[in-house]
């Protein structure tokens, strides 16, 4: 699961976020991906600072067992419609590590558009990743 995501988190880490998910009110949605009773991701997006402007990021995980049968992409279309739905910022971005092929796929397959590579402070390092934006 983060292979492509400089390193795991540790047991404390991960509830401290889970925590702060749960209770927090900035703008954006955490949204489980179910088939189902079965829980087999989770979808997102929040707001992120590009240059003067705010825009809306996007992240996606799929669990190992259920990786490769379609589930993120169809769970991305489905994201991207409840951000429009928000009409709040111009675009949404995704800034994948440049070697994260089926994340990569993903952003292509949903129409965004690669904007180019950008190092991204994640995690206590640095990522080369890709910028890819959907235009709203
Ligand atoms: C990225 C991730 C969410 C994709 O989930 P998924 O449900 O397996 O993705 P899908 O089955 O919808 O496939 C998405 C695309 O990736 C391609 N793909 C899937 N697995 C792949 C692989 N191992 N290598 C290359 N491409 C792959 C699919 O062919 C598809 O592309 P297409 O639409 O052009 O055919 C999943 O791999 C994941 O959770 N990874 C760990 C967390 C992570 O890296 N999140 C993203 C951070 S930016």
Redesign the pocket.
Known sequence: ?????VRAESDEELEKRHTRYLRTDAPGQVLVVCDGDAV??S?AFWEHTDGDDVVWEA??????E???????????EALIGVIRSEGTHSAVH????VD???????C??AGFVLRGTTPFPFRGGVLL?NDWVLEL
């Open positions: 699961m983060t292979a492509h995501q087999v991701g979808v992240g996606w995980s799929i669990l190992p259920f990786q490769g049968r379609g589930y993120a992409g169809r769970a991305l995704a800034y994948p590590s994260n092929a089926p994340s990569n796929a993903l292509r397959r990743s």
